[in-house]
């Protein structure tokens, strides 16, 4: 049987985004976001980071600092016993990118590649997994890869976003997804024939 992913975008999702963060000083992880990987490890859920990283391209810093701020991001996750079992990241820009990055890539969301990528190499079943984004982007890509459930993750107080009408719902808190791994996936549909979970907090867009 395909297994199911947890997506997760990275920076406002996993880490607050001040702005090309490479750097464990910069670091800040999002509130609950140890808990919803747990629970999305304990139900065998695949959890993949999908990270657009243009600061590489743009040459803000380095494949290496970048894969050196990932190895540290990863080892605190586990020191946590939450697991994050790949990460994917695109590092072109496609106006911006120096050299071999300056590219108009298929991997830089919203383009779907880096998820497709994770659909072939963990053998997944999109329509019933999940993305987690704080980006339009996000969801976008994520709805073209074909990923049946999508998340705008907007912390209350954060600027608001508005989401195309379909693309996805709105979380104020990653908490509000923990139960989402632990419940049967019975939940009603909602008025687009769309599978929600049955979580009072949710706002649909
Ligand atoms: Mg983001
Ligand atoms: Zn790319």
Redesign the pocket.
């Known amino acids: 049987m395909k297994r199911k992913a947890l997506f997760l975008?990275?920076?406002?999702?996993v880490n607050i985004?001040h702005g090309y963060v490479h750097e464990p000083r910069d670091c800040v992880f999002v509130d609950s976001i140890f808990d919803v990987v747990r629970s999305a490890n304990h139900a065998g859920y695949a959890v993949v980071l999908i990270t657009n990283q243009a600061g590489i391209g743009r040459g803000y810093f380095s494949l290496d600092q970048f894969q050196a701020f990932t190895r540290w991001m990863l080892s605190e996750f586990d020191q946590r016993q939450a697991r994050i079992d790949q990460v994917y990241f695109c590092p072109h820009h496609p106006q911006f990118g120096l050299g071999e990055y300056l590219l108009a890539c298929n991997c830089r969301k919203p383009q779907p590649g880096m998820l497709l990528q994770a659909r072939d190499d963990l053998d997944l079943d999109m329509e019933a997994s999940l993305m987690i984004?704080?980006?339009q982007s996000?969801l976008e890509a994520a709805a073209r890869a074909g990923v049946g459930h999508r998340f705008l993750f907007t912390p209350r107080g954060a600027e608001r976003v508005d989401l195309r009408p379909g693309l996805g719902v709105l979380i104020e808190e990653l908490r509000e997804l923990s139960p989402w791994f632990t419940q049967e996936q019975t939940a009603p549909t909602d008025v687009n024939g769309a599978p929600q979970p049955r979580l009072p907090t949710i706002q649909h867009s």
């Open positions: 975008d990275r920076d406002g999702v985004d984004g704080d980006k996000d």
